[in-house]
């Protein structure tokens, strides 16, 4: 076994976990001599357009160790393939620390991987629930806090739950939003992209759908194709779409509705640019609802639930059932809908106040084995 333990295996395994890593990549970057921050790619997302591109947006390089566990197969197959050759992996090369972000399978597996081989494991995203039990990630997210060793909650009140869950104080930590420090930082960069022909800054919605629960079942599909295209009839929408909601239409014999333009998987960058300038976004994606919220730009989230209701007390973000969303795609045009309230600790030094708690819980290990 070869130890690494000046080591940092950062996790990514499908393209959301990309933007959160950064920032904590970049922070590591800022204070060099704590650990070497490594990419572990597993593979989840591996071609060009939903992970390749993302990485030169992000400043980051290519990732240092590659496990090429493509996605497919369900959840319990990817899970096992992944906690299998990570387990592999780590124990050739055993790190000091393996950071997992988000709630994706990969995450899950790599975080049970490591820690029975004794790996410690930090979580970054930690704490969030959405109640939904049904849901793939709120099982994730919510098996990853309980083994992980360092849980960084993006607010004071998912830090406090988890404070309430029975996990250590030492361990809990209220870092902020490693998104927001990612968009915060390539806003100015992604502003200067250009938009898809024919567009027009705030004379567009955006739209992003990838959930199983919105994708997977044809009715239900139908059914909010059919609300987006009463929607288009107000505001012209843009969808870049996610090869699985494509699949999913073209398995079920479903057409786009008129007004409702698709665009292909676009990169950070440019996906930035395009949520930048819009007039509203309408969305599954919790990460979307946090850029949203970010970017004062208004939200209706096609879920009956979500993890980040912090989105929904800053004020800029709603649940709409797909019957209200013509409706509530009005209000905006009409200026019925309330400016984003600033949230505390979304102010771009997520990334700083992780790397200080890793020198609180990192640093003196380190110096033991030195």
Not at 304 to 321: C, D, I, K, M
Request: proline share 9%.
């Amino acid at each position: 076994m070869s130890n690494s333990l000046s080591e940092l295996h950062l996790v990514a395994a499908a393209r959301p976990n990309l933007p959160k890593l950064a920032a904590l990549w970049h922070a590591l970057a800022a204070r060099p001599g704590l650990c070497r921050p490594l990419l572990l790619h597993t593979g989840q997302h591996h071609d060009p357009a939903m992970f390749g591109t993302h990485l030169a947006d992000l400043g980051l390089p290519q990732p240092d160790h590659a496990l090429g566990i493509a996605g497919g197969g369900g959840h319990a197959a990817v899970t096992g393939r992944t906690m299998m050759a990570c387990a592999g992996f780590w124990s050739a090369w055993r790190p000091a620390m393996v950071v997992v972000a988000g709630d994706v399978d990969g995450s899950l597996a790599a975080a049970l991987a490591a820690r029975k081989l004794g790996i410690p494991v930090a979580h970054l995203e930690a704490g969030l629930r959405c109640g939904d039990r049904d849901m793939p990630e709120e099982i994730n997210r919510r098996a990853i806090d309980a083994v992980s060793d360092l849980l960084w909650a993006p607010d004071e009140a998912t830090a406090a739950r988890l404070l309430a869950d029975g996990h250590a104080p030492g361990a809990v930590r209220a870092v902020g939003n490693a998104m927001i420090d990612t968009l915060l930082a390539r806003l100015p960069a992604a502003r200067a992209r250009p938009l898809p022909e024919g567009l027009v800054p705030e004379e567009y919605g955006v739209v992003t759908l990838h959930r199983a629960a919105n994708v997977d079942h044809p009715a239900v599909l139908a059914r909010l194709l059919s609300a987006l295209g009463v929607a288009a009839a107000a505001l012209p929408l843009v969808w870049p779409m996610h090869p699985r909601t494509a699949k999913r239409m073209q398995e079920a014999g479903l057409a786009l509705p008129r007004g409702v333009r698709v665009l292909p998987p676009l990169g950070y960058l440019d996906f930035l640019g395009l949520l930048a300038r819009a007039r509203l976004v309408a969305t599954d994606s919790g990460g979307v609802q946090e850029e949203a919220t970010a970017l004062d730009l208004p939200c209706l989230t096609l879920r009956p639930s979500t993890e980040r209701p912090v989105t929904l007390e800053a004020g800029s973000n709603r649940l709409v059932p797909p019957d209200r969303l013509a409706e509530s795609v009005a209000a905006v045009l009409a200026g019925h809908w309330p400016a984003a309230r600033p949230i505390p600790l979304w102010d771009g030094r997520a990334g700083a106040r992780m790397v200080a708690h890793l020198a609180e819980t990192l640093a003196p290990h380190l110096r033991e084995v030195a």
